[in-house]
């Protein structure tokens, strides 16, 4: 394969370490073994340059592969890892075992998981910004924290996440939440952006179809204008590929007030 990408979607956000996140990436829970192998090297061949992945998800070593595999230059491609908080005090191991299967020196950004119980949030960012500080994850950040955890670990250690991956999807807008966000100037990623039944949604259904589109892509689309992060899997290659074809249309301002009023 070469490396020219297929054009997608440019949109991307800074991050405090310099680096700049693809709003649209590739999600692989729930991939494993050969699967995980030919869905990465799918998405890299339809133009994703962004893999999301976690020592739980247990395809770290298929998505290096697939990456190593693809002719795709490391450098291109912004890799996302996570530590489960049950690693707490082998933050270091765990990260380097990611690194390993990955077959990459550091990753791109590294996230707390989920939160674990009480003050080892504290304990565990601590060991995120050595690992940072030492060159081993560009970017640091959480998963499933709510405002208040966000808050507690700046204030542990003056580092704020760069990013807060969290559940996301037009029934589960929250403006408020978005703002609180920006306001600390953490990145909101979404993730299961296509589960919840969104994609059957009657009004979803009916925006694709005035606009020559499919369900997903409008909901990635709307993902995008918000300055969401968006990690859609799928195993299959056409939906890899359809997922990834939204950089040819908009949404209005009207499509979109829509699309956030279907939060329930
Ligand atoms: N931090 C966390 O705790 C956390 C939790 C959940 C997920 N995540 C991350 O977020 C990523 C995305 O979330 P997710 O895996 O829950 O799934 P998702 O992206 O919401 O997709 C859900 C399902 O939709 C199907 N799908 C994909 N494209 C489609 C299309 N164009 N038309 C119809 N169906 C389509 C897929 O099935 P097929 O594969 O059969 O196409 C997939 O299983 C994960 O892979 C993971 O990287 C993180």
């Not at 995980?36 to 290096?64: F, K, S």
């Not at 707490?88 to 791109?108: I, N, P």
């Not at 949030?121 to 955890?149: H, K, M, Q, T, Y």
Request: aromatic share 6%; proline share 5%; charged share 25%.
């Amino acid at each position: 394969m070469t490396d020219i990408a297929p054009a997608l979607p440019a949109d991307a956000a800074p991050l405090p370490g310099g680096s700049s996140m693809p709003l649209l990436g590739f999600g692989t829970w729930q991939i494993t073994g050969e699967d995980a192998v030919r869905a990465t090297a799918a998405a890299l061949e339809a133009g994703y340059r962004h893999l999301d992945t976690a020592t739980v998800y247990g395809n770290e070593a298929e998505v290096g592969r697939a990456l190593a595999d693809s002719g795709v230059a490391r450098d291109h491609v912004f890799i996302t890892t996570k530590c489960p908080p049950n690693r707490a005090g082998r933050e270091r191991e765990t990260l380097e075992q990611s690194l390993e299967a990955l077959r990459t020196d550091h990753v791109d950004l590294w996230l707390i998981h989920w939160p674990g119980d009480g003050a080892v949030n504290s304990d565990i960012w601590r060991a995120f910004v050595e690992a940072r500080d030492a060159g081993l994850a560009r970017e640091i950040g959480v998963s499933n924290f709510d405002v208040a955890l966000l808050d507690e670990v700046t204030g542990a250690t003056d580092v704020v996440p760069a990013v807060n991956q969290i559940e996301w999807s037009p029934f589960l807008f929250d403006s408020a939440t978005l703002d609180a966000h920006r306001e600390r100037g953490i990145v909101l990623e979404g993730y299961s952006a296509l589960r919840g039944g969104t994609l059957d949604d009657p009004a979803i259904g009916a925006l694709a179809e005035r606009l020559g589109r499919t369900p997903a892509q409008v909901i990635i689309r709307w993902h995008l204008q918000h300055g969401v992060v968006v990690i859609p899997k799928s195993v299959h290659a056409d939906r890899i590929r359809s997922n990834a074809d939204v950089a040819g249309f908009s949404l209005s301002d009207g499509d979109m007030a829509a699309i956030d009023a279907l939060r329930r």
